[in-house]
């Protein structure tokens, strides 16, 4: 049986989901910290953005894998790490996710159901010096990402009748040219030959030097920004953010402290449902 989840039960289990996740990282000394919109969310409402429920943490590339090792291992909880390496999940980054529940996200239908989430996205440490690499490689991660999107989206959903349009002819193309699993190796490939930093910088303290989230928004990021993370309440939780959660807020955001105008304040919620055992 399937019951239809409330928005407020949405945000519980998503919450539950990140404070496992805290859990974990605590217990296992790995760092990661809350990033886009619920960094804002924590930073300006002291918990979830009012009319959103996303959860997105950044992890640093080592304690992604050391966390993607600890599942494989047999970690002791009652959620689920997916990834496309094992075809458990269409999305080229790692989700922890309620398999008690099932949702739907807007953008890609119900061909591809998912209990709730957390999305986490590695950062990789960088060598912003190398210019013309690190072009080349957001240039083909845009090429990939765009055909990676086309072959997962639902093609009725669009913001326009233009878009829509366009997608009811090339979605049904893209499906059939294209692995959505092999594209994610491809995207997942080309963070992890983001030009380095050089072996004296891996092996400083992880405030020095750049990060990117190239499986995320593909921003270079100076880790001092981000690192040595702070503290901040998020729905009556101390939980990570950047250090300097202002001024990430700033670059992604603008004025970011402004609410903006009510008719902006599109909900986002997916359609979710918890899975009843008969």
Not at 43 to 69: A, S
Request: aromatic share 10%.
């Amino acid at each position: 049986m399937k019951r239809r989840l409330s928005s407020a039960e949405i945000k519980k289990i998503e919450l539950d989901i990140l404070l496992e996740l805290d859990r974990i990282c605590t217990e296992n000394g790995l760092t990661y910290l809350l990033a886009y919109g619920t960094c804002l969310g924590a930073v300006r409402h002291g918990g979830f953005i009012p009319w959103d429920d996303d959860i997105d943490v950044f992890m640093p590339r080592d304690d992604y894998e050391k966390l993607y090792n600890l599942f494989r291992e047999g970690m002791e909880t009652p959620y689920k790490l997916v990834s496309y390496r094992d075809e458990s999940s269409i999305y080229q980054f790692f989700k922890l996710v309620d398999p008690a529940t099932e949702s739907y996200e807007t953008f890609v239908g119900k061909s591809h159901p998912i209990g709730l989430w957390v999305d986490i996205f590695p950062l990789e440490r960088v060598n912003p010096s190398s210019e013309k690499q690190l072009r080349t490689l957001m240039k083909k991660h845009e090429r990939i990402g765009l055909a990676r999107s086309f072959a997962v989206a639902d093609s009725s959903v669009a913001s326009t009748p233009a878009i829509k349009l366009v997608k009811k002819i090339v979605c049904p193309i893209a499906r059939t040219l294209f692995n959505v699993t092999k594209l994610n190796r491809r995207l997942e490939e080309n963070a992890l030959a983001l030009p380095k930093a050089t072996e004296a910088d891996m092996s400083a303290p992880t405030e020095e030097g750049y990060v990117c989230d190239l499986l995320g928004d593909a921003h270079v990021i100076d880790a001092s920004i981000l690192f040595p993370v702070r503290k901040a309440p998020f729905e009556g939780h101390e939980l990570p953010i950047p250090g300097r959660a202002e001024t990430y807020l700033d670059i992604n955001y603008g004025d970011w402290k402004a609410l903006p105008p009510e008719e902006e304040r599109h909900l986002h919620f997916p359609e979710a449902y918890a899975v009843e055992k008969e």
